[in-house]
């Protein structure tokens, strides 16, 4: 009978001896603006994109490509406007970004070691150097440097890899390591105080702006709807007057030729003629009315 044994699966083989996960440091906004001005993703795609639509055809009367170009020029412009609106706002929060991955590098740094064989007098000694992931607000991901005592301090251990195997050595270089993290995040002159005034204030212009768009397109559909209603009103009147003029001409040629005498014509053409200068008049200044 074969014995008993506990159920296992692939991953609990050997999990004492996995290494710890390591940080994940790739930024999202960080590398859109760059350090200084025309610098970073968005210009490099600007500039590219410019490019581009600078180069000579590769086919000749190509039809297509002359709408083509038409169309990447339009949303080239629109690019920029949208991203230059945006570019404070995406500096923030790059800046932000970045303030994280320095705090994410100081909880949990990642450190390699390795050897530098220097001479001091007559003699050689093997260095040990400490180096770990860090980030810069302005210039990015960084590697700090450390050197950290000689191998020969530690005669006990025959190799690097030994030396690292004992937890006293460990801890000692996570504390010089996170001293000198801290001592970088401490000096910076761009706090979080700061960077959270900045996104208040973006976000207060922001609203601003939405408002006095909103002004705008109010004003601007008011406008328009003035002007369709005075255009309407001005057709009205024409009509009218069109409508009057008719009819002075239709009631003239009745007069005309009517079987009255020609005195008391004369004296209806008159009347018409009066009563029709009354009407373009009171039609006339119903449109001034309105305006």
């Known amino acids: 009978m074969y014995p008993q044994t506990k159920k296992m699966a692939y991953r609990d083989i050997n ?93 949990n740094p990642t450190l390699a070691f390795s050897i530098q064989s220097q001479k001091s007098g007559d003699n050689y000694f093997s260095y040990i150097v400490i180096r770990a992931a860090f980030f810069d607000l302005y210039t990015g991901k960084k590697e700090i440097r450390r050197y950290f005592n000689k191998m020969e301090d530690y005669p ?59 002004e705008i397109a109010l004003h601007k559909k008011n406008q328009e709807k003035a002007i369709k209603t005075r255009m309407e009103q001005e057709n009205k009147i024409s009509q009218e007057l069109e409508q009057e003029e008719e009819r002075y001409h239709k009631e003239i040629r009745a007069i005309k030729g009517g079987k009255e005498d020609a005195s008391h014509k004369e004296i209806m053409l008159t009347k018409a003629k009066d009563d029709h200068k009354c009407n373009m008049n009171r039609i006339k200044d119903k449109g001034k009315l309105n305006f």
């Open 156 to 214: 006990q251990y025959n190799s690097l890899e030994e030396l690292k195997s004992d937890p006293s050595f460990m801890n000692e270089a996570l504390i010089e390591i996170k001293s000198i993290m801290a001592d970088l995040i401490n000096k910076e002159d761009i706090t979080i105080e700061y960077l959270e005034s900045q996104l208040s204030d973006l976000e207060q212009y922001s609203h601003e702006r939405y408002r006095m768009s909103r």
């Open 15 to 107: 999990i004492s001896k996995q290494a710890p996960p390591k940080e994940n440091l790739a930024p999202v906004f960080s590398e859109f603006i760059g350090e200084t001005k025309g610098q970073g993703k968005i210009d490099n795609f600007v500039d590219d994109s410019k490019s581009n639509l600078k180069m000579s055809s590769s086919i000749k009367s190509d039809t297509h490509e002359i709408k083509f170009n038409s169309d990447l020029s339009k949303l080239l412009n629109l690019f920029e406007s949208e991203t230059d609106q945006r570019k404070r706002w995406l500096t923030i929060m790059g800046l932000i970004e970045r303030k994280i991955l320095q705090l994410r590098c100081y909880k």
